[in-house]
Nanobody, 120 residues
Framework: VQLQACGGGLVQAGGALRLSCAAS????????MGWFRRTPGQEREFVAA????????HYADSVKGRFTISGDNAKNTVYLQMNSLKPEDTVVYYC??????????????WGQGTQVTVSS
């Protein structure tokens, strides 16, 4: 499975951005897709995930109420709507997919990162 993420950029604090990630390849085996983020020198942090079966969603406490994950199964695409952005949301965001689970780590597939920069 290959993942192609886009939608990052520069936004002022309080603003919004939408990230998208399209999966290609053996997408029929994908159970869930999600987003992680990482600042330089730190561990990757789980942000949000959605399961294709039932559409269950999961969020990190730090983004609950501000970020919304959604997906289009027919297009094998997942979206991350980010509202009320804060300067501390300035990191690289990574799209991810897994064949069997939603977890805080060890996902099967990773896309390239997309930079989000929030100015104060």
């Amino acid at each position: 499975v290959q993942l192609q993420a886009c939608g990052g950029g520069l936004v002022q604090a309080g603003g919004a951005l939408r990230l998208s990630c399209a999966a290609s390849g053996r997408t029929f085996s994908t159970y869930a897709m999600g987003w992680f983020r990482r600042t330089p020198g730190q561990e990757r942090e789980f942000v949000a995930a959605i399961s294709w079966s039932g559409g269950r969603t999961h969020y990190a406490d730090s983004v609950k109420g501000r970020f919304t994950i959604s997906g289009d199964n027919a297009k094998n695409t997942v979206y991350l709507q980010m509202n009320s952005l804060k300067p501390e949301d300035t990191v690289v965001y990574y799209c991810t997919a897994d064949n069997t689970k939603i977890a805080a780590e060890n996902w099967d597939y990773w896309g390239q990162g997309t930079q989000v920069t929030v100015s104060s």
